[in-house]
């Protein structure tokens, strides 16, 4: 009996050994990043849940779970005050991103779409500022600052970390605002809004994915910032980075270093939710910003 014509099922073709290969060098390299990249968080977290007595216990999962570390990380009595670094870490965080935000945003702008004499100089100097050594200006700012009497001063680390984050600011946006369609700033421009509402209104929302991916990046570089900080800030001033730095355990001689690591999970765990979060934004804004030529 013959089947109706049509009715055949078409025989799938085998796939070429060569590109199953290039498909599992794909997975393999995909795996490795992934445990370079979250192996040393994951061994972080498995040290803070660990009891301090089995702090170098080479087992590759939690062992003699306990959350004495993470109390430890915020007990005061050893002369150690995380919760307050903690605070002062948001603070100069939230207020460098803004500044540098602020200023980054307008000076990409004009980069990206106005045309003046010595633009590409100005463009360089950017670049080579973002290179330049954070050793090398130690000296000169201890000294600035200690005549001004701003050290132990949040201002003395805002403004350092303001330089250091501004380039990279620039250098991301300048190079997201070149490739924004200029026609619509063009017919704004044309229906009678200024050069600064067609920005604001047309090209600023346009941009949201790189600002906040900005955000983001300028934000951790700031959180992350220790030798000036080290230098330039006291008890009261001092961020996540130089207090973790000198924590203290119940013995002098030994390092406390589950509670150490507790005090990274602690401080690392935000971040990553708060990167998470902006994430959906930017697809979202990726998506509300694209436009059909």
Do not use: C
């Not at 050893?78 to 948001?90: E, Y």
């Not at 906040?212 to 006291?234: D, G, K, M, P, W």
């Amino acid at each position: 009996m013959t089947k109706p014509a049509g009715t055949e099922k078409p025989v799938a073709q085998p796939v070429p050994w060569t590109k199953r290969l290039a498909s599992g060098r794909v997975y393999l390299g995909a795996i490795i990043i992934l445990l370079w990249g979250l192996g040393p968080f994951y061994w972080m977290v498995v040290t803070a849940l660990r009891d301090p007595d089995y702090t170098f216990d080479n087992t590759p999962w939690p062992t003699h779970v306990t959350l004495e570390n993470f109390r430890n990380a915020f007990d005061t009595t050893r002369g150690n005050d995380f919760a307050r670094a903690l605070l002062n870490s948001v603070v100069i965080g939230a207020f460098t991103t803004v500044i540098a935000l602020v200023v980054g945003v307008m000076a990409a702008y004009a980069l990206a779409r106005l045309t003046f004499k010595g633009k590409y100089v100005v463009s360089g100097l950017i670049l080579s500022a973002s290179m330049f050594p954070v050793v090398v200006l130690v000296t000169p700012l201890f000294q600035l600052f200690t005549d001004i009497g701003w050290i132990g001063q949040y201002q003395a680390m805002i403004i350092p970390n303001i330089s250091f984050v501004l380039p990279m600011t620039v250098y991301i946006l300048a190079s997201f605002f070149t490739e924004l369609p200029w026609e619509l700033e063009e017919a704004a421009r044309i229906d009678g809004a200024s050069r600064f509402q067609a920005f604001r209104l047309i090209m600023l929302p346009l941009a949201a994915p790189a600002v906040f991916t900005t955000a983001i990046l300028a934000f951790i570089a700031a959180v992350n910032e220790y030798l000036l900080a080290r230098l330039l800030s006291s008890d009261k001033t001092e961020p996540v980075t130089v207090a973790i730095a000198r924590f203290s355990g119940n013995d002098p001689q030994v390092q406390p270093y589950a509670a150490i690591m507790a005090a990274g999970t602690i401080v690392t765990i935000p971040l990553v939710i708060m990167v998470l979060l902006f994430q959906r934004r930017i697809i979202s804004g990726l998506t509300a910003g694209g436009v059909k030529s």
